[in-house]
């Protein structure tokens, strides 16, 4: 088995995805997963280890079958949780769809669901309407989460380092399946 210490980032970006013309940094998701990099490297106490950097980048004219499904499963493997970034900008794209299907379902990884730009719990702790109706944007999230521990927070860096920190959502050593908040 394998050393699980990364964190596997998801997030929607346009498909088929373009280096060019800004490609994947003109997808607000994406951008999202930007700015956990950008908290690691302007604190390197903040702990997301980034799954993304642990194997070779791939191009845009990479064959899925044979290129980007055995890349992403490859980080997938060596991660010990999925933070998946969910918006009104989420599509269920194919490598999203991979994602929370081997992920989930195959791997076993705890989600950390940041839901940026919403509030994802009500004042009597419950997942709000606007959370709940994003997870119909991705229905392998949707129909897997019951599987593993899901924290759902929102795109604070205090409650994902917090979220990060937590060994109830590490493969190794997760809490029981179930939806979980701060």
């Not at 890349?71 to 918006?87: C, E, G, T, Y």
């Not at 004042?123 to 599987?147: V, Y």
Request: glycine fraction near 6%; charged fraction near 20%.
């Amino acid at each position: 088995m394998s050393y699980r210490n990364g964190n596997y980032a998801a997030f929607y970006v346009d498909e088929p995805f373009h280096e060019s013309n800004l490609g994947a940094y003109a997808t607000p998701d994406f951008c999202y997963y930007q700015t956990l990099r950008m908290w690691k490297g302007a604190d390197s106490s903040f702990p997301f280890n980034d799954s993304h950097m642990k194997n070779y980048n791939v191009r845009d004219g990479s064959s899925w079958e044979y290129t980007l499904k055995p890349r992403l499963r490859d980080r997938l493997r060596n991660s010990k949780s999925i933070v998946l970034f969910l918006s009104s900008h989420t599509k269920a794209s194919r490598a999203l769809t991979e994602e929370m299907e081997y992920g989930i379902a195959d791997q076993g990884l705890p989600v950390i669901v940041v839901y940026p730009g919403i509030e994802p719990i009500d004042s009597r702790g419950n997942l709000t309407h606007q959370a709940l109706s994003l997870w119909d944007k991705l229905p392998a999230f949707r129909d897997n989460m019951h599987l593993v521990p899901t924290l759902h927070i929102p795109m604070e860096k205090g409650s994902i380092r917090i979220g990060l920190s937590s060994e109830n959502y590490m493969v190794q050593s997760k809490t029981a399946a179930g939806r979980y908040r701060l």
